[in-house]
């Protein structure tokens, strides 16, 4: 038995009974996974034969690893996310060593087992998947956010050792796609329906290609397409209540009519489908829904575009990149009786030409709120996702968790909430490094800086190492090291000088007379600790 209260020798006030069985004399156990951080839990054994129980003599206690036990932090922001929530909305996370701050060679895991994604707000640990993992280049991660806005901030914790063994079960089970998914394709390989329904897929002739969000699929123009889930009486009977998506880039030489998603009906089927209409006066997407075709948005070629479709009690819109809905028709039933492919309709000669990524289906109309976000997270990812520095982990001291004491940008700036690598003074120093070298983010005169001196043909090297003190940097030093390289053949190796490393600020200059001959290019770098 086990929980988070200790429910004694009565089996029925314990949150969690499992039954175990063990031969005699030999032991066993049981591995607890996705547990609160930072919260204690009881265990308690018992045994029954032949009617009778024994219960262990006492419970047992322990305390999960609190977030603030990982050593590594990145704080993800979302200005420009909705004004009003979206419920279990999938957002996308991008980890890459370009973040301030950020090494793969952080994570104790080389799986990225560690990583653990908060929301700051509430605390609460939040499902993600991990879509791909590269630690030679970009990962992407969906988080589900539970109530996602343009207030949404996001912790990222790893680097736990203690945390290696197993990823949480939410990574594997769909957990991400919970909000009206039915089923979700990134077309990374191996081509599983991530919502975790297993729905099929069978790939006929389609080859890897970089995809709008890591791995995506290409499509060759000829006899190449995914065939897959759900069926046709899934559509037809969520027709009334149903979004269609997917991320297309045509190639050059895209031929007329080729359908990146669709069937053509079948029989006394009904068709639904997007297809190109190349024709040199239309050059638009074309939209098939039962009775209705309509030619749309213009198609470019060599460029990521979203499709969407939204149907509505036989009300149907067609949605291209973040645009407006145009509508398509009204009072329109399907019928569909052949299953829908991506990247063809079932009759030749409409073969897909390009790459096709991002594949999704839900039983739900989504709203224009939700459609412009899962958009923006992908295309405008850059400007819609705000990452902070990495550091250790926020707290009670930084309360918006974006690595600088709210003492410190108070002092500076009377709020705290500022943007770590913002440049308030414009002086080529972010408002985080002004924090760690201990200068003025108001004060573009207010430097950190390494001067190279002359005198008498004599050349020292200096800068002024300051105390950490005053607003912010309680129970924290500031340490130098001076470091020197010699460029050869344009490759750079910074060491450190000897007897000018590891050295302690105490407002003092700190001078540096050895210098040995030929050309030699010197830094100072600063760290709190």
Known sequence: CWGDENGG??????????????????????????????KTYYCRAYGEIDGHTGWASNAVSFTT?????????LTIRFPDG???????FPVLVRLHEGLTNFSYAQFASPQAFDLRISDAGTGEVLAYEIEDWDSAGMSYIWVRV???????????????TNATSLPPSYTRDGSPWSEHFEAVWHLTPPLVDATGRQLPATDVNTSNAAGCV???RGFAGTNAFLSHGPDSSWINSAQQDLTLSLWVRASTGVPDAATPFGTTGGGSGSPLYFSANTLFFVKKWNVGVGTVSKATSPYQLDRWQRLALTMNNGTV???????????????????????????RRNSPGVNFLGEIDEVRFSNTTRSSAWMKASYDTIANH????????????????????????DAWEQHYFTTSNINPIGHSDDDGMNDYQEF??????????????????SSNSLFTVRFFARQAQGAGYDTLERYYDLQSASPFSNIWTWTGVPLMTNILGLDHWEIYTNIPTGRHFYRARATLK
């Open 65 to 73: 690893f609190s977030l603030n036990q990982w050593p590594h932090q």
């Open 317 to 343: 819109y067609a949605i291209f990149n973040d645009d407006a809905p145009v509508l398509i028709g009204s009072g329109i039933s399907l019928n569909l009786e052949t299953p829908l492919t991506t990247g």
């Open 214 to 216: 890591g791995p995506g």
């Open 382 to 405: 850059d400007t819609f996702t705000h990452y902070g520095v990495v550091g250790p982990p926020a707290t009670d001291s930084d309360l918006d968790g974006n690595g600088i004491p």
């Open 82 to 88: 909705p004004a009003d929530p979206l419920i279990n």
């Open 436 to 453: 760690v070298a201990g200068t003025d983010p108001t004060n573009s005169a207010s430097l950190f800086d390494v001067q190279i001196v």
């Open 9 to 38: 020798t009565n089996s029925a006030a314990w949150d969690q009974v499992i039954r175990l069985s063990s031969p005699a004399g030999q032991s066993y156990s049981l591995v607890l996974n996705d547990l609160t951080p930072g």
């Open 146 to 160: 539970p109530r996602f806005t343009s207030n949404t901030t996001l912790h990222a914790h790893w680097g736990l």
